[in-house]
């Protein structure tokens, strides 16, 4: 699936008139994410407001059955920086974000977790990172930063896998599966999209080296989630991540 190429069928939830192209489009793919999008409003808008950049917000949902897009469209229904894309069908992680990606307005991408295990705060820090580097990627590493509150087995698998990527394409890169990466658009676009689930972020990371994209990392947190159940399923994961080592990336 190439990544300007949204497949399936979907519906925009919201006026979208931003007046100028924003300078960074977060893309948030999201499934029944109900409780972390009522706080929304001051945990992810609010910071934002703040940020020292103009951004529009695209939520991506891959077929909520708890009311997650109403829910941010209530929020935001007078932000004309924000956008529900909402699916008639259940979507894949890839699908989410490659349809969000087809209408996003930014000259960099940042992809971003919609249980905000990373702080909205530190796009700030990505960014300034890739303006000043010329960065075509700018990685946020909770391996230069900190891990809390994920647990002793999700922390170990995360290092484990991490590290088989680093000794597979690129050791003097840490952070392969977080989704947390800013991408400057016009190269995000020129990357196919093969996986479906979740090991899409290592893949993307894997393509940018493989093209001898510029790639940069930070320090950032990644926190645990504290509301919601996670959508990563373990064993299909690993097995997925395995697979990118084998075969590698085109």
């Keep these: 699936m190439m990544a300007n190429d949204p497949h399936g069928s979907w519906t925009d939830g919201g006026d979208f008139r931003t007046k100028r192209a924003p300078e960074v489009s977060v893309i948030i793919p999201c499934l029944n994410e109900a409780l972390n999008a009522a706080l929304y409003e001051e945990t992810l808008f609010t910071p934002l407001a703040a940020a020292p950049f103009d951004s529009e917000v695209i939520f991506s949902d891959g077929g909520s059955s708890d009311g997650t897009p109403e829910i941010i469209e209530r929020l935001s229904a007078r932000k004309t920086e924000v956008r529900v894309l909402r699916s008639e069908n259940n979507t894949c992680f890839a699908e989410s974000i490659a349809r969000a990606l087809a209408v996003s307005k930014g000259e960099y991408i940042v992809l971003f977790e919609a249980d905000l295990s990373f702080a909205p705060g530190d796009i700030s820090k990505l960014l300034a990172a890739a303006k000043a580097g010329n960065y075509d990627c700018v990685c946020g590493s909770p391996f230069l930063g900190s891990f809390e509150g994920l647990g002793f087995t ?97």
């Design 154 to 250: 999700r922390e170990a698998l995360t290092r484990f896998a991490n590290l088989l990527l680093r000794l597979r394409f690129d050791g003097s890169v840490t952070s392969y599966t977080q989704i947390f990466k800013l991408f400057r658009a016009d190269s995000l676009r020129t990357l196919d999209f093969e996986s479906k689930g979740f090991s899409l972020d290592a893949e993307l990371l894997a393509k940018c080296l493989s093209r001898g994209f510029r790639i940069n990392e930070v320090p950032v947190i990644m926190k645990g989630r504290e509301l919601g159940d996670s959508k990563l399923n373990v064993v299909p994961e690993i097995l997925n991540c395995l697979g990118l080592i084998l075969k590698g990336v085109r």
